[in-house]
């Protein structure tokens, strides 16, 4: 049987990080992976996440299943962080999932299963797992324009003229914010564009939001996210905890699905229940639990917002800082772009040939379209990153 098998295509992360670790040179920089590290290159266990752990391993009492659908009370507790009330409970539908990328994947089961023919619309470019994902599944898939080489900023007038090519029953895959790989978002009253049109074309949206608290804060983070599901009769939303609780191994996600109605509701919550069953049984509950925990109690809520905070405004620092020095060294400003965009990416502009040379030449690594993880950078590598921008001729 396995001899049937073909050899399938590395994935260039994966391979860029096997570079990283086998280059010798002891100032390389690494702006690849898609992980938050502090400025000691470390991806810290948040002071929260730790205080929460410590409280469950003195009450838990048992490691048996919980719900196929996960702890009812983790679905609401990250629900209302994304949502927050502007969607009555009795329209809602959630199923704790192996992480975001879990939850991108049983969102397109869904899809399959709902509308079988449906094309699921995607940005150009977008995070290297939704299309993978979809083509696993046998789903079609259409690309809209979404991000302009030339200015790093969103393509809004050519993503809306190709979403005019929506069908009812297609859906449209949205990042809710911070954008990967390209750092670049929609301004609200874009949100409320795209919502118009997915509504008058009777599309479905599907939101991955993987960055809330990582963009411009909790609340304006979710803020698109909250202006679609309330402008259309149904939605699906992806959420991952790995970034913004520092719980990547954990895996750590939810599938919510927004109905017209409170009994169409209870149809989907059947559907997401049965695929769980299908996938995996039972979800994953370390992660979702001190997620819940974290959620439900004020004094670590307090903590964990505080600590979210100051990881959000180092990116922030750092994206100024880089921009500066950048500017300094090129004489203009067309690497502003750079403190504009948020979240951990910027789609830099550089070719793959200029990639290549900060990599050979400087020791930097960055995937090949130059999305860089500002997050990999420090006070004393930011310069030594614009120098090497600038001699390679980006």
């Known amino acids: 049987m396995f001899t049937n098998l073909k050899a399938q295509p590395k994935d260039k ?63 609401n507790a990250l629900t209302k962080l994304v949502l927050g009330d502007v969607i009555p409970a009795e329209r809602l539908s959630m199923a704790a999932q192996p992480g975001g990328t879990g939850a991108i994947h049983q969102a397109v089961e869904l899809i399959k299963i709902a509308s079988p023919d449906a094309t699921i619309w995607l940005s150009a470019p977008t995070w290297p797992n939704h299309p993978s994902i979809i083509k696993h599944l046998g789903m079609k898939m259409a690309e809209y324009r979404y991000f302009d080489n030339e200015s790093r900023a969103v393509d809004f007038d050519g993503m809306m003229e190709d979403l005019k090519g929506i069908k009812a029953g297609d859906a449209v895959l949205l990042h809710g914010c911070c954008h990967n790989p390209t750092g670049a978002n929609l301004t609200l009253p874009q949100w409320q564009e ?101 959620l439900e109690d004020e004094g670590l809520k307090a903590d964990w ?4 905070e100051d990881v959000r405004t180092g990116m922030l ?25 948020r979240g951990m ?3 830099l502009g550089a070719t793959p040939e200029q990639v290549e040379a900060l990599r050979v030449d400087h020791g930097i690594y960055m995937v090949g379209d130059s999305r860089m993880n500002i997050a990999g950078l420090n006070e004393e590598t930011v310069p030594l990153l614009a120098e090497a921008i600038v001699k390679v001729g980006v």
């Open 317 to 341: 620092a750092l994206r100024e800082k880089l921009a500066g020095e950048l500017r300094a060294r090129s004489g203009s400003d067309r690497f502003g772009f750079i403190a504009d965009h």
């Open 194 to 294: 795209v919502a118009d049109l997915i509504v008058e074309k009777g599309a479905t949206p599907l939101i991955d939001i993987a960055y809330q608290g990582f963009g411009d804060g909790l609340e304006e983070d979710a803020a698109g996210v909250r202006l679609i599901a309330q402008a259309v009769p149904e939605a699906m939303i992806a959420a991952s905890c790995s970034k913004n609780f520092g719980i990547y191994r954990e895996r750590t996600g939810l599938l919510v699905g927004i109905s017209e109605n409170a009994e169409q509701a209870g149809i989907t919550q059947q559907n997401l229940t049965h695929l769980n069953r299908q996938n995996f049984s039972f979800p994953p509950d370390h992660g979702a639990r001190l997620v819940t925990m974290i």
């Open 345 to 347: 990416f910027s789609r």
């Open 13 to 75: 992360i994966m391979a860029l990080m096997q570079q990283y670790r086998e280059d010798p040179r002891e100032g390389k920089i690494d702006l690849g992976v898609g992980v938050y590290k502090n400025a000691q290159g470390v991806t810290p266990v948040m002071r929260a996440v730790k205080a929460a752990e410590k409280v469950l391993w003195e009450i838990e009492g048992t490691k048996s299943y919980t719900g196929l659908a996960g702890d009812p009370a983790y679905g």
């Open 305 to 308: 917002m505080a600590e979210l």
